[in-house]
Every structure is written in C-alpha cells, then in structure tokens.
C-alpha cells in the first residue's frame, strides 16, 4: 500500500524530492529508490525531520513500536495511519497524547489506482489537515469520511474485504464457464469484463442495484432460473451475513492490537 501511494503521488504531480520513505530492508529501499526515485532511509528521525505529513503504513503488530520510536520526533506534523485496526485513541496514547491524527481504511484496488479510501479524524485536526490527508489517499482512489470511528468496523468489512468477496464469486463463475465447456481463458475474460462492466454500469446510474438486477431479468428466462436459485439456497442472506462477522471481526482486531502489554481489553 505505501508503493500504491508512493506511484499514485508521483502520478498526481507530487516531487520525489518531496518525499521520503523509512525501511528497514535494504534491498526494499533500493527497489523504492530506483522505481520512484524517492529518498529511502533505515533513519526514521532522518526522514521525519522538516516534514508535515506522516503515512503510518506498517503492519498493526508492529505499531507500537514504530509510535515509541517516533514519538520524540514529533513536532506538530499530521499522522496519517493506515495500519488496520489500531484505534486512534491507542495510538494516540502510544504517542504520548499526541492527537493529531487520521486514520484510513484502504482496499487492495489502490495498487490500481481503483480503490476507495475511507478517512476518519480525532476532533483536534484541523481542516487543512483533513484536506492533506485527502489528497494523498485521492491519489489511488475515491475518498470519503465518517464523523465515528467505530463505523470503520463496518466499512473495513465492506471495501476493506470487499475485494475478496468479488475474487471468490469471481471463482465460481470462472469454474462454471469452465464446465459449461468454456477455456480457463476464455472463462476468465467473460468473468472479468462482466465485473468492469456491471460495475461501470451501476457506478454511472443513479437506480440502485435491486433495480438494475429487475432490468436483466426477463420473466421465464434464464437470469430469472439463476437468481431463483440463487434466493432458494439464500445467497444474499449468507453475503450480509459474511459481512456482519467480518464487522465483528475487526472489532474484535481493535480490542486485541490496542492492548498494552500486561493490559486486558475493556
């Protein structure tokens, strides 16, 4: 994701110069270097000093300490954090009380610069900085922002794995062209550009899906037998479902990641 934003910064005008990358690996900071031609350092106070804005795109268990190492460079620059399901009150608290943070809800279509992004605030963050913030997620993507952080449970469960949720019917409708007859290649590009362009089509209309669907359905044909079956065996009750679970999953993810050592989760 930190190359996704990298790539999608340097295609939206943004300087290499202007941008300075932290990583541990030094194969990884070569390859950053020669692919964007940014500065890439193992010096995390090296790279923070003089800067304004802070992308926090780290594994969650590894957080915590990456906030004790950062906090005493700290100087009123906006942190951005994309790590999932660190709650920004945890942060902040790793951080020492510092508040000046926003945390984000990626998905993996970002690489593509086809992703949507969802950003949320703590109160502190001013305008501007809400409006930094924008610009660099915008540059993989759609943005919006919840006023309650408590609501990237549900969006982590609906474009956070949303993605997989399409791959896997995206399976099961390469594996039926397949045994209706069709090649693996010819199975996948039909799967494929259904997905783009059903996706284009409800993107650029103003109907809501349920009547997008009626429009394709034709009374005693065959989209009507497959939907049909599809309801017996209760397929959109089992995909809300799917997404309620993955919505307590990452609340639960909270609870656990935010702990301190020797701490138990409220």
């Excluded at 460079?73 to 926003?102: E, F, P």
Aim: net charge neutral; hydrophobic share 40%; proline share 4%.
């Amino acid at each position: 994701m930190a190359s996704a934003l990298v790539g999608g910064l340097l295609k939206n005008g943004f300087g290499s110069e202007r941008i300075a990358v932290v990583e541990v690996d030094p194969a990884a900071r070569d390859r950053l270097h020669a692919e964007f031609g940014v500065h890439a350092t193992s010096d995390l106070g090296n790279a923070v000093n003089g800067s304004t804005v802070i992308v926090l795109a780290v594994k969650p268990q590894q957080l915590r300490e990456v906030a004790r190492q950062l906090r005493p460079a700290l100087s009123g620059q906006l942190l951005v954090t994309i790590a999932a399901g660190i709650r920004t009150r945890d942060l902040s608290r790793w951080l020492g009380g510092y508040v000046q943070v926003v945390r984000v809800m990626p998905n993996t279509p970002a690489l593509v610069r086809a992703g949507v992004s969802v950003l949320y605030a703590m109160p502190e963050v001013n305008v501007d900085d809400r409006r930094r913030a924008e610009s660099i997620l915008s540059s993989v993507g759609a943005t919006l922002w919840v006023e309650r952080e408590d609501l990237l449970d549900g969006v982590t469960a609906v474009s956070g794995s949303g993605p997989a949720y399409v791959f896997y019917f995206m399976e099961a409708m390469e594996q039926a062209a397949a045994e209706l007859g069709l090649t693996p290649e010819q199975s996948r590009q039909l799967t494929q550009q259904t997905f783009v362009g059903a996706a284009l089509l409800a993107q650029q209309s103003s109907d809501p899906p349920g009547l997008l669907r009626a429009r394709v359905t034709s009374k005693g044909g065959t989209t009507e037998r497959a939907l049909k079956s599809l309801e017996e065996d209760s397929v959109k009750a089992s995909i809300v479902r799917a997404i309620r679970y993955a919505a307590q999953r990452s609340r639960e993810l909270g609870d656990e990641l935010g702990q301190d050592p020797g701490r138990s989760a409220a």
